[in-house]
């Protein structure tokens, strides 16, 4: 079984920062990309960001030039640094993984249960 384990998550005011991580653990062969995206009460499931085991990355509009999403590939652990933080980046945040298990040669998606971010004043 493949586990992603979030954290980092909490309340802070705007203009605050936080990091989250989220590590992935089990039997897995290889990563091909790992991401974090975030719900919102009244929003659909957007994508914050994206890296891949390369190191390309995609990154939402919304948290460009505030957010900045990296990895340790030998932790299988990505890290999202959320800096100038606003309140309409409060959410759940979910960490994404595109990976193969050692048990199967088909890649997969796999979820964390999501660490609540709340920017308020």
């Known amino acids: 079984q493949v586990q992603l384990v979030e954290s980092g998550g909490g309340l802070v005011q705007p203009g605050g920062s936080l990091r989250l991580s989220c590590a992935a653990s089990?039997?897995?062969?290889?990563?091909?990309?790992m991401g974090w995206y975030r719900h919102a009460p009244g929003k659909q499931r957007e994508l914050v960001a994206v890296?891949?085991?390369?190191?390309?990355?995609n990154n939402a509009d919304s948290v460009k030039g505030r957010f900045t999403i990296s990895r340790d590939n030998a932790k299988n652990t990505v890290y999202l640094q959320m800096n100038s933080l606003k309140p309409e980046d409060t959410a759940v945040y979910y960490c994404?993984?595109?990976?193969?298990?050692?048990?199967?040669?088909?890649?997969?998606?796999?979820w964390g249960q999501g660490t609540q971010v709340t920017v308020s004043s």
């Open positions: 089990g039997s897995i062969f290889s990563i091909n990309r």
């Open positions: 890296i891949t085991s390369g190191g390309s990355i």
């Open positions: 994404y993984a595109f990976l193969v298990t050692t048990q199967s040669t088909i890649s997969g998606n796999y």
